[in-house]
């Protein structure tokens, strides 16, 4: 049973489409996250969301929209892609914003 | 600015022998603290904690931290190295409320040598 999951695992698209990273989570966590993990492998965080509001938006470009329709699932959404956005992204869950936080196994996304 | 420095961005151990990756964080509050694992093309894996309890943190793996606050330390150890401990290694903190903000240090890749 997969706690974290994140769809698609890859994600190979052009300049200027939008494309959409779907996650969800079956710990009954009530916090989940964005983070960007760039070429080298630095992570940074993009989104915290606790209970479908959102608390942290970290000066992430307005062409990324996240979206939580319930507390188990939170969306990435990101418009006109830019060469720059090739990433790994990863989706993350924890019990509240104290507690160690659970990670998918990260989506790639390629901008060709 | 609050920051996490990992120093080391290789660290190589023959197998059998003794694991130090080292991590240091920048503010003088002490932060909640994490140690992850990261395989190839994999998330994140927890190893260890901490949150101002025990200052000696013993995780998965046999691993375990030391919390030092007059260094502002939280170094990750492991008596013995196994091939299978090869990854990518991430401390992480965590200030405040925050919005469950974790902070990364810059990873440390460790190879094991048979």
């Known amino acids: 049973d997969t706690a974290v999951s994140q769809t698609p695992k890859y994600l190979v698209t052009q300049m200027g489409n939008d494309k959409s990273i779907k996650c969800e989570q079956n710990l009954g966590h009530d916090t989940m996250y964005w983070y960007k993990q760039d070429s080298k492998k630095f992570l940074k965080i993009m989104f915290s969301y606790n209970n479908k509001e959102l608390i942290i938006n970290e000066t992430v470009p307005n062409r990324f929209s996240p979206k939580s329709p319930d507390k188990a699932h939170l969306n990435l959404h990101i418009n006109s892609l830019e060469l720059g956005d090739s990433a790994v992204y990863f989706c993350a869950s924890s019990q509240d914003r104290s507690q160690p936080q659970h990670f998918g196994d990260g989506t790639r996304l390629s901008i060709l | 600015a609050q920051s996490v420095t990992q120093l080391g961005s290789h660290v190589s151990v023959s197998e059998g022998a003794l694991v130090l990756l080292r991590c240091n964080y920048s503010?003088?509050?002490?932060?909640?603290l994490f140690w992850y694992v990261q395989y190839p093309n994999q998330g994140l894996q927890l190893l260890l904690k901490?949150?101002?309890?025990a200052t000696l943190v013993k995780g998965i793996n046999d691993f375990e931290a030391e919390f030092k606050k007059s260094e502002t330390s939280f170094h990750l150890t492991k008596p013995s190295a196994h091939m299978s401990d090869a990854a990518e290694y991430f401390c992480?903190?965590?200030w405040g409320p925050g919005g469950g903000k974790l902070i990364f240090g810059q990873g440390t890749e460790l190879s094991v040598k048979p």
């Open positions: 503010s003088s509050v002490p932060p909640y």
């Open positions: 901490y949150t101002s309890a």
């Open positions: 992480a903190a965590q």
